[in-house]
C-alpha cells in the first residue's frame, strides 16, 4: 500500500518472519542525520543498526550523502538498496570543517570494512594488543563485542601475543577485517606472557595451549619421563614431531626455571 503524507512517499510493506508470521515495515523518506532509533526499527532495521545510527551521530558524525549510508557497520546490501530511494539528506544539517578526533575514531568504529583508511586517525588511536579489553578491541572498526571477546580469550589461552600477527590467527575473524585493523594494533608489552613449566606441566595442562597438540604434548611429558628433566627450552627440538617452525612458535611460551 502506497499513500502520500506530507509530500513524502510512505509505503506499507509486509514482510514475512521464519516463524511464519508477518511483520508490517514502514517504509518513508528518511534523513539518516535526524531519524530516532523507533523510525529506523518501523524501517526494518534491526536493533543493532538502529542503535549504531544513534551513537554514530551522538560522537558527531554526519551522513553528508546518501552513499555514507551504505557504509554502516552491519548494515546488508538488501537492506541498503530497499531504504536507498528513501533517504533523503538535508544540505543544511551538514556542519562545514574538520572532523576532531571523537568522530574520527567513531568513523572506525561503525562504518564497515570498505570505507577508505585514514592514516591521520592511525597515529591518535591504538591498541595495545597485550592490555586492550573487550571494550577497548570493540572501539576498533569492523570489532564488535563478539569479535572483541574472541580475541581476548585466544590471548588468554595463548598467555599473551608475542607479535601483532598472532591476532589474524584468532578463529573466524575474517583476513579482511584484521588487515584493516592492523595499522592500529602495538605490542607495548611484548614481556606480558605467560608461560608454562616444561618440567612439571602434565600432558593435558601442555594439549591446551593453541600451538601444541596432543600428540606433541605426550611427547614432551615422555622425554622428560625418560631423560629427566629439560636443562633448557631448546631441549624439545630433540622431540621428532617439533621441527623449528612449531619451535619458534611455542618457545616463548615456555620456561625451565
Do not use: C
Request: proline share 5%; hydrophobic share 35%.
Amino acid at each position: 500500500m502506497i499513500f502520500e503524507t506530507q509530500g513524502k512517499t510512505t509505503e506499507m510493506v509486509a514482510t514475512e518472519q521464519p516463524s511464519g508470521a508477518k511483520t508490517t515495515i514502514r517504509l518513508f523518506s528518511f534523513d539518516p542525520n535526524t531519524i530516532t532509533h523507533e523510525q529506523a526499527l518501523e524501517l526494518g532495521l534491526p536493533e543493532k543498526i538502529a542503535k549504531n545510527i544513534i551513537n554514530y551521530r551522538n560522537k558527531g558524525g554526519k551522513f553528508k550523502k546518501p552513499e555514507d549510508f551504505k557504509k554502516l557497520y552491519g548494515l546488508t546490501e538488501t537492506d541498503y538498496n530497499r531504504l536507498l530511494p528513501y533517504i533523503t539528506i538535508e544540505p543544511g544539517l551538514i556542519a562545514s570543517g574538520k572532523t576532531d578526533e571523537r568522530v574520527e575514531k567513531m568513523e572506525f568504529t561503525t562504518f564497515d570494512n570498505d570505507a577508505p583508511i585514514d592514516k591521520s586517525a592511525q597515529k591518535k588511536f591504538t591498541i595495545d594488543i597485550n592490555t586492550a579489553t573487550p571494550a577497548d578491541w570493540d572501539k576498533l572498526r569492523g570489532i564488535g563485542e563478539t569479535y572483541a571477546n574472541m580475541i581476548v580469550n585466544y590471548r588468554t589461552k595463548l598467555g599473551g601475543f608475542t607479535h601483532v600477527e598472532q591476532v589474524k590467527e584468532v578463529r573466524g575473524l575474517p583476513p579482511d577485517v584484521y588487515d584493516q585493523i592492523a595499522p592500529f594494533l602495538v605490542n607495548q608489552n611484548p614481556t606480558a606472557i605467560k608461560t608454562i613449566h616444561l618440567n612439571t606441566a602434565d600432558e593435558l595442562t601442555l594439549s591446551k595451549h593453541p600451538y601444541i597438540d596432543k600428540l606433541v604434548a605426550q611427547s614432551l611429558v615422555n622425554m622428560r619421563l625418560q631423560h629427566g628433566h629439560f636443562k633448557s627450552v631448546s631441549d624439545i627440538k630433540k622431540s621428532k614431531l617439533v621441527d623449528e617452525t612449531l619451535y619458534q612458535k611455542i618457545a616463548p611460551y615456555l620456561h625451565v626455571d
